[in-house]
C-alpha cells in the first residue's frame, strides 16, 4: 500500500485538513457525556433549571462545531481520495498506452478495464474511508477509554478487557478473509472479459442462435464471483454480532455493577449515564474499525494488482537517441526471424530477406497464417525481431525513435477501427488541426467521397463506437483516408480492401500511383488482382519466403503462386 499512499500525499494539504476537521468532531463527541453527567449530577437532583439551560446551550454549540468539523472532513478527505484515484487512473491508462503490443498480449482487455475502474474504486474509498473512520476510530476508542477511567477507575478496566477480546476476534477474522478478495477481484475480470467478449460479438453470437450458450457461459463466472463474495462477506459477517455482543454484555455489567455502587453510594447515576455514553461510543469505534479492515483487505488485494501493472517493463526498449532524419522509405529486412514470445516454440517467421527501395510497390501475398500481417507489423516496431534486423533508409529502426518511424509510416490493418465521433474526426485523427482540403483530397483518393457526400452533415456525421453505422467497406476506405490524410513516407496496407469491391479497389490503386508516386508500398492481399500491378511480388509461406519477382515471372516459375492463381481465378496458367 506505500506506493498508493504516494498518490495521496500528493494531495497533503487536504489530506491533513480531514484528519483535523475530524478530530474537532470526535472532541466534541467525546466531551458530551461529562456534560451530560454534569446536568444529571447537580442540575437534575438540586433542581437548578438554570444550569440545566446553560449547559443544554452548551451542548447545543458543541454539536453544530461537531456538524462543522464532520462535513469539512468529509469534503477534504473526498477531494483527497479522488484526486489520489484519478492520478492513480492517469499512472494506469499512461502504462498501458506505453507497452508493447507483446506485453498486451499477454493481458486480457477485460483485466486491464476491471484494474482501471473496480480496482481503483477500491484504493478510493479505502483512502476516503481513512481520513475520515481512520481518525475518528482510534480517536474515539482511546478517548472512551481515558474518560471512562477518569470517570470510573473500575469501569475504564471493565472497557479495557472487551476492547482486547474483540481487537482478538478481528485480527484473526481479517487474516483469513484477505485472500479471498484477490480471488473476488481475479472473478471480478473474469466477468468483464466475458461481458467484453460477447459485447464485441453480439452480432456472431446472434447469427449463430448462441445466447444460451453464452448466457451459460456468463453464468458459470457469475456464480463463481458470487459465491467468493458470500464466502468473503462470511468471515466478515461474524465481526458486527460478536461486537455488538460483547459490547451489549459490557453495558449488562456497568449497569448490574454500577447499580450496587449507586445503592452504595460510590458512584452516581451521571456517573453510569456517562460511562454507556462511551461504552455506545466505543461500540460504534470497533465497528468502524471493522469496516475499516473490511476496507483495507480489498484495498490491498486491489493495489497488489495495480502495481502489477505499473511494474511492468515494455518488452519494446525505446531508443534515445535524439538524431531524427527524415525518412525517405527504404526497408530492408536482412535475415529476419521472429516469435511471438522467449518461451514460443513457433517461429512465425523465418530467414526473411528482402529489399525494397524508396517509392516501390511491394505486394505481400500466402496463404491465412502464412505470416503476412505479422511480417508488417515489424517495420514500425509494434514487435520487435527475435533475430537478424530491419532497416529504414540504412538504420536499423531500433536506432530510430519510435514515435519518429510511426509518423513516417502510415498502418491500415484489415478489421478497421473507427472511433466514436465525426467522419473529419476520423480521418484527421492524429492531427486535430488538419484542414478541410486535406481531409477531403485524401477522403477522394481512398473514394470515401461518396459516403461524405450521402451524408446530410457531410464531414460532421457522426459515427457510432467501432463504426457501427457503416458497413464494412465504408470503414475500410475511412481507415484508407485516414492513412493518406498524413502523407506517409511508407504506406502499409494489410488486406485493407478485403471488403471493397474489385472496381473500387482499382480506383484506390490508381490514385495511389498518381499522388503517392514516391511513397513505399507494403500491399498485403489475399486475391491476387489486388498485386497484379505491384513493382514486386513475395510469396510467403509458412513463414518463408517462397516466391519474389513480378507476376509474369512468378506465374511461369513458382508453383505456390500458381497454386494460388488456379484456385482464385480458375484459369489454366498458359505457357
Not at 484508407?480 to 490503386?509: C, F, G, W
Request: net charge negative.
Amino acid at each position: 500500500m506505500k506506493r498508493m499512499f504516494d498518490y495521496l500525499f500528493r494531495y497533503w494539504k487536504y489530506a491533513l485538513l480531514a484528519p483535523v476537521f475530524m478530530f474537532v468532531e470526535v472532541a466534541v463527541d467525546l466531551f458530551q457525556p461529562l456534560i451530560m453527567q454534569k446536568i444529571i449530577d447537580v442540575g437534575v437532583k438540586n433542581q437548578d433549571i438554570d444550569l440545566i439551560l446553560r449547559y443544554s446551550a452548551f451542548m447545543l454549540g458543541l454539536t453544530l462545531i461537531g456538524f462543522i468539523g464532520g462535513a469539512g472532513s468529509g469534503l477534504f478527505s473526498t477531494v483527497a481520495s479522488q484526486n489520489a484515484g484519478s492520478d492513480i487512473r492517469s499512472d494506469l491508462y499512461s502504462k498501458v498506452q506505453s507497452l508493447s503490443f507483446m506485453n498486451l498480449d499477454r493481458i486480457e482487455t477485460g483485466h486491464l478495464i476491471t484494474r482501471l475502474t473496480n480496482d481503483v474504486v477500491q484504493i478510493q474509498q479505502f483512502f476516503g474511508m481513512l481520513l475520515r473512520m481512520m481518525v475518528r476510530a482510534p480517536f474515539m476508542m482511546v478517548g472512551s477509554v481515558i474518560l471512562t477511567f477518569y470517570v470510573s477507575f473500575r469501569f475504564g478496566l471493565i472497557l479495557i478487557g472487551m476492547i482486547l477480546v474483540l481487537m482478538c476476534i478481528i485480527m484473526v477474522v481479517i487474516s483469513r478473509a484477505r485472500h479471498l478478495f484477490k480471488s473476488v477481484q481475479k472473478t471480478v475480470d473474469k466477468v468483464n472479459s466475458v461481458m467484453l467478449e460477447n459485447l464485441k460479438g453480439i452480432r456472431v453470437v446472434k447469427a449463430f442462435v448462441r445466447q444460451d450458450y453464452e448466457k451459460k457461459r456468463f453464468e458459470k463466472v457469475n456464480v463463481e464471483l458470487r459465491d467468493f463474495q458470500i464466502e468473503a462477506m462470511r468471515k466478515f459477517a461474524v465481526i458486527m454480532p460478536v461486537i455488538h455482543l460483547t459490547l451489549n454484555l459490557g453495558i449488562v455489567g456497568v449497569l448490574w455493577v454500577g447499580g450496587y455502587d449507586v445503592v452504595a453510594g460510590t458512584s452516581t447515576i451521571g456517573e453510569i449515564v456517562a460511562v454507556i455514553n462511551y461504552i455506545t461510543r466505543l461500540l460504534f469505534a470497533l465497528m468502524m474499525i471493522g469496516m475499516i479492515f473490511f476496507q483495507i483487505s480489498r484495498a490491498g488485494a486491489s493495489s497488489e494488482r495495480i502495481i502489477e501493472i505499473l511494474d511492468m517493463e515494455p518488452t519494446l526498449e525505446e531508443t534515445h537517441s535524439d538524431l531524427e532524419a527524415q525518412i525517405c522509405g527504404e526497408i530492408e529486412f536482412e535475415n529476419v526471424t521472429f516469435t511471438y514470445s522467449d518461451t514460443s516454440k513457433e517461429t512465425v517467421l523465418s530467414d526473411i530477406s528482402f529489399k525494397v527501395n524508396a517509392g516501390e510497390t511491394l505486394a505481400i501475398l500466402g496463404a491465412t497464417g502464412s505470416g503476412k500481417s505479422t511480417l508488417v507489423q515489424l517495420i514500425p516496431r509494434f514487435y520487435d525481431v527475435t533475430g537478424g534486423r530491419i532497416c529504414i533508409d540504412g538504420r536499423d529502426v531500433r536506432e530510430i525513435p519510435t514515435n519518429h518511424l510511426r509518423r513516417a509510416i502510415a498502418y491500415v490493418q484489415q478489421s478497421a477501427l473507427i472511433f466514436s465521433g465525426t467522419i473529419a474526426s476520423n480521418i484527421a485523427y492524429g492531427k486535430p488541426e488538419m484542414k478541410e482540403s486535406v481531409i477531403l483530397r485524401a477522403a477522394d483518393m481512398a473514394q470515401a467521397r461518396m459516403i461524405i457526400d450521402d451524408k446530410a452533415d457531410g464531414l460532421e456525421t457522426e459515427i457510432g463506437q467501432r463504426g457501427v453505422n457503416l458497413s464494412g467497406g465504408q470503414k475500410q476506405r475511412v481507415s484508407i483516408a485516414r492513412a493518406l490524410a498524413h502523407e506517409p513516407k511508407i504506406l502499409i496496407l494489410d488486406d485493407s480492401t478485403s471488403a471493397v469491391d474489385v472496381q473500387t479497389e482499382v480506383l484506390i490503386q490508381n490514385a495511389l500511383k498518381e499522388a503517392y508516386e514516391n511513397t513505399t508500398v507494403i500491399l498485403v492481399a489475399q486475391r491476387i488482382s489486388s498485386v497484379l500491378d505491384a513493382d514486386r511480388i513475395i510469396v510467403l509461406d509458412d513463414g518463408r519466403i517462397v516466391g519474389e519477382g513480378k507476376h509474369s515471372d512468378l506465374l511461369r516459375e513458382n508453383p505456390v503462386y500458381m497454386d494460388i492463381y488456379r484456385s482464385q481465378l480458375g484459369e489454366e496458367v498458359s505457357a
